[in-house]
Every structure is written in structure tokens, then in C-alpha cells.
């Protein structure tokens, strides 16, 4: 993939149906297959996952904004090598937590998808060499996606943990310092099939997620979220519905500080299947253009008072 400045990349404002379709960031449209999205409280750093179009190598990208614009791309110092992806970073911008295959010791052998994280002693400095979470939360299975609320509670999702589906979302709550004993998240979320990519709101009373393939679905993969009961259960999961959801697989959610905006990956695609092409150029033009089925960012407004009730 490039390392290119100049790179003019057109994320949307999305929506379907009525609603309209507008540019709102100048990055990485060379870029066929991006995901995940998380950005720091000021919004003038963001991270990105870049993959190959068969996710044989994924690579942690780190953007910055200069004078209101983002202007510059490059890959973050920790990545590269492995297989990285989801990153998140924590509440005070100090540490990013994110997912590897890459092996517990220099040399070592490849491992299965671990939580990963790196430090810095301020939003200036550079990050750590990348530290494995380790046990409770890591398992000998795969775990994904991790998001931190205020308090310290890390919500992920994992294939082991005992889960009760394909893949379920788990909690292991911040005490004294120390990750507790992960638990699945009881009342509406987790299902017998897959659930993944969770955001957890910066004050841990609502979760955005992955359904798959779910009865009330728009597409393969839909955008879901739930509110925490003062028992700490969950509320049963509401589809997002079509301001944010497609015929298509939607997934990884990202909520902005301010609460009034979500960034979301989607493979949706305009390409009309029987419209008819007669020249080269223009079968180019269809097959680059953004929305043509490989993965993207986009974004949207959001209001969570929209879905509560």
C-alpha cells in the first residue's frame, strides 16, 4: 500500500434512503479495504486498520489533523510486521489497546488474536513497545475488539470464556488495578450466535455491536445497541435501523467524545449489477469507486436518546 501525503480519501457522511451522501474527511481513498476507526477526546489523532483485500497482512494506521484538516497518514510505530487491527485507545489518550497475532517473544512462534496495548507518557510522546494484556482476559481462543469505558472496564469480544455462541461480548471490570475474571454479558445481547465489535460508551450505560445474520436485520451484519439495567444486565438489543444499517455487512462502531457522531465500517456497494457499461473507463470508474463492496469508514449523526424506549 502507498505512504502518501497528498492521498485525497472520501469518507461519508452516510446515510440511505433520503438521507444525503457528503465527504467529510481527505484520507486514504487508495486505500481498497480500511476498518475500525478511534480517535483521541480532541480529535486531531485517529487509528485505522488498512488491510489487504484477503487480510493476509493488516496494519495499524495513525492519522493526525493540522489546521482543522486531516492531512497526514502513516503507519503507527508498533505495527507493521503482524497482524494488527481494532485499535481503541483509553479514556486520558495515554494507552491504545488493540489485537495481534504476533508472537508473546521476539522470535517466537505467531499466536492466535490476542488484546494487545501500548503506553505513552503524554499525547506527544512516542508509544511503547506493544505489551500483551495476559490472563484473565487473553485465553489460548481469540479475543477481539477491546473498548474502555471511564471507570476502566474492558469490554471485548472473545471464542473462549466458555461463550455461549460463535462469538460473544464479555466484560472484565477494573478493580484495584487489576482486570477481574471476564464475564459474558447477561440479558439482551449475547445470543447462540455471533455478536462482536462493541463500543462501550465513556460512562458504561450503553453498548453499540455486531449482530450477524439476525431475524430483524437489514443486511448480513447490522449495528445493535443496548442499555445497561441498574443490575448490570442489558437490555434487550435494538437494531440501529437504516440511518446507519444496509442491505450490507455493517460493523465496528465508534461514538465521537461529543456523543454526536458515530463512525462505523460497512462493505456496501452502489454498483448497479444490470446497468449497462460501454467503455473501459467507465468500468474502472465503477469498480474504484468508494462504496463498491470492500470495506470502508463512514460516518453519521447520532443522538443515543434516538433509541432509548
Not at 192 to 218: H, T
Amino acid at each position: 500500500m502507498k505512504f502518501v501525503l497528498s492521498i485525497i480519501f472520501f469518507g461519508y457522511l452516510i446515510s440511505i434512503n433520503a438521507f444525503q451522501v457528503k465527504p467529510v474527511l481527505d484520507i486514504l481513498k487508495d486505500y481498497d479495504k480500511v476498518r475500525d476507526f478511534a480517535m483521541n477526546n480532541n480529535e486531531t489523532e485517529a487509528y485505522i486498520s488498512a488491510q489487504s483485500n484477503l487480510e493476509e497482512k493488516s496494519v495499524i494506521l495513525r492519522i493526525s489533523k493540522e489546521n482543522g484538516t486531516w492531512n497526514k497518514v502513516g503507519i503507527a510505530s508498533f505495527s507493521g510486521k503482524f497482524r494488527d487491527l481494532e485499535p481503541f485507545l483509553s479514556p486520558d489518550n495515554l494507552k491504545l489497546f488493540f489485537v495481534s497475532n504476533r508472537p508473546l517473544t521476539n522470535g517466537g512462534e505467531l499466536k492466535d488474536i490476542d488484546i494487545w496495548y501500548v503506553e505513552r507518557t503524554s499525547i506527544t510522546s512516542d508509544w511503547s513497545e506493544p505489551k500483551n494484556i495476559g490472563a484473565p482476559i487473553n485465553t489460548e481462543a481469540d479475543e477481539f475488539y477491546p473498548s474502555i469505558a471511564n471507570n476502566g472496564n474492558l469490554y471485548f469480544t472473545s471464542t473462549g470464556h466458555n461463550a455461549m455462541g460463535e462469538d460473544d461480548i464479555f466484560v472484565s471490570e477494573y478493580k484495584n488495578g487489576k482486570y477481574s475474571k471476564p464475564l459474558a454479558l447477561q440479558g439482551g445481547i449475547n445470543t447462540n450466535s455471533y455478536e462482536y465489535n462493541s463500543f462501550i460508551s465513556p460512562n458504561d450505560d450503553y453498548l453499540i455491536f455486531g449482530g450477524y445474520n439476525r431475524q430483524d436485520g437489514l443486511g448480513s451484519g447490522d449495528l445493535y445497541i443496548s442499555f445497561k439495567n441498574s443490575d448490570n444486565t442489558w437490555t434487550q438489543a435494538k437494531n440501529m435501523g437504516d440511518k446507519i444499517n444496509s442491505k450490507y455487512m455493517d460493523f465496528c462502531p465508534f461514538v465521537t467524545q461529543s456523543g454526536t457522531q458515530i463512525y462505523f465500517t460497512s462493505r456496501r456497494s452502489n454498483i448497479e449489477a444490470n446497468k449497462n457499461i460501454t467503455s473501459v473507463k467507465n468500468l474502472l470508474n465503477t469498480f474504484n469507486g468508494y462504496e463498491n463492496g470492500f470495506s470502508r469508514i463512514y460516518m453519521t449523526s447520532f443522538d443515543v436518546n434516538d433509541y432509548k424506549n
